[in-house]
């Protein structure tokens, strides 16, 4: 496989993230610091460091803070209007040509998880955390009223995105990391053709992934256990930052070296 054909990385940071108040108002969601380092370049490290090397940002709000050298961009100048999957679909270029790794914006990550999904194959795939009750919890007061479901049959989706009534019916959570390959892409761009224009810009990932899944495409489930993290809110970036110094988070996402160093300056 020549270098042009191998996986590459794609990470939607289009979004401002109004949850997070004061703290996105001169800046993208993406640059904010957690340890010492803004999500951004903890995103990027780990997909580098799962050998996924050509990198491109989906970039919208503040666009032009933005900048990495060697990292691609691609910009969704529509970003106030629509949702994720509408900045999924800057990428297209790269998407119907070579398999892609996609990340939220949000979410800090190991790289095993990568190496994972790229391993497992398929045309379109997720990874989602088994042990997701213990982030829940420790976010929210009642984790029921943010998860959603996911039901994971023989190694592929069978439901995901719906409100859930009961956390054992919930076979983990969507991490906000997933793959395309070309051919995956293709399915993505036949549901999004056969909707109407609003519906297109305010589709949410996981309601993509439930419409390929009742469309018979293979959406392939790679479980993990831990070893993330997601920023929705100043008490996330609080909390992460409080465990952390006690060298007790079970969702560590740094590799070993990283979290024997501490955090890494800016």
Request: net charge positive; aromatic share 6%.
């Given at each position: 496989?020549?270098?042009?054909?191998?996986?590459?990385?794609?990470?939607?940071?289009?979004g401002?993230?109004r949850?997070?108040?004061?703290?996105?108002?001169?800046?993208?969601?993406?640059?904010?610091?957690?340890?010492?380092?803004?999500?951004?370049d903890?995103?990027?490290a780990?997909l580098?460091?799962?050998?996924?090397?050509?990198l491109?940002?989906v970039?919208?709000?503040?666009?032009?803070t933005?900048r990495?050298?060697?990292v691609?961009a691609f910009?969704?100048?529509?970003?106030a209007?629509?949702?994720?999957?509408a900045s999924l679909?800057?990428?297209?270029?790269?998407?119907?040509?070579?398999?892609?790794?996609?990340?939220?914006?949000?979410?800090?990550?190991?790289?095993d998880p990568?190496?994972?999904?790229?391993a497992a194959?398929g045309d379109v795939a997720i990874?989602?955390?088994?042990a997701?009750?213990?982030?829940?919890s420790?976010?929210?007061?009642?984790p029921?009223?943010d998860?959603?479901?996911l039901r994971?049959r023989e190694?592929?989706?069978?439901e995901?995105?719906?409100?859930?009534?009961a956390l054992?019916d919930?076979d983990?959570?969507f991490?906000?990391?997933?793959r395309?390959?070309?051919?995956?892409?293709?399915r993505v761009?036949?549901?999004l053709?056969?909707l109407e224009?609003?519906?297109r810009r305010?589709l949410?990932?996981t309601?993509?992934?439930?419409?390929?899944v009742?469309?018979?495409v293979?959406?392939?489930?790679?479980?993990?256990?831990g070893?993330?993290?997601?920023v929705d809110?100043?008490?996330?970036l609080e909390?992460?930052?409080?465990?952390?110094?006690?060298?007790?988070?079970?969702?560590?996402?740094?590799?070993r070296?990283?979290?024997?160093a501490?955090?890494?300056?800016?």
């Amino acid at each position: 496989m020549s270098s042009d054909d191998a996986t590459r990385g794609i990470v939607l940071a289009a979004g401002r993230g109004r949850r997070l108040g004061a703290l996105t108002e001169r800046q993208p969601k993406c640059l904010l610091s957690l340890a010492g380092r803004a999500l951004l370049d903890w995103q990027l490290a780990a997909l580098r460091a799962a050998a996924v090397t050509r990198l491109a940002v989906v970039r919208g709000y503040r666009a032009r803070t933005i900048r990495r050298d060697g990292v691609h961009a691609f910009d969704n100048r529509h970003w106030a209007r629509g949702q994720m999957v509408a900045s999924l679909a800057c990428a297209r270029a790269w998407l119907a040509s070579v398999p892609c790794v996609v990340a939220y914006g949000d979410v800090v990550f190991h790289p095993d998880p990568v190496r994972r999904l790229v391993a497992a194959g398929g045309d379109v795939a997720i990874t989602y955390d088994v042990a997701w009750r213990a982030l829940w919890s420790a976010r929210f007061a009642r984790p029921e009223d943010d998860a959603e479901s996911l039901r994971v049959r023989e190694g592929r989706v069978v439901e995901i995105g719906r409100r859930v009534a009961a956390l054992d019916d919930v076979d983990g959570q969507f991490m906000g990391l997933l793959r395309f390959s070309p051919a995956g892409w293709a399915r993505v761009e036949d549901v999004l053709a056969s909707l109407e224009p609003h519906a297109r810009r305010t589709l949410e990932t996981t309601r993509l992934l439930q419409l390929l899944v009742e469309r018979g495409v293979r959406v392939g489930a790679v479980p993990v256990r831990g070893r993330w993290c997601e920023v929705d809110s100043a008490a996330d970036l609080e909390l992460y930052e409080r465990a952390l110094a006690r060298g007790s988070w079970v969702h560590d996402w740094r590799p070993r070296a990283a979290r024997e160093a501490g955090p890494e300056p800016r």
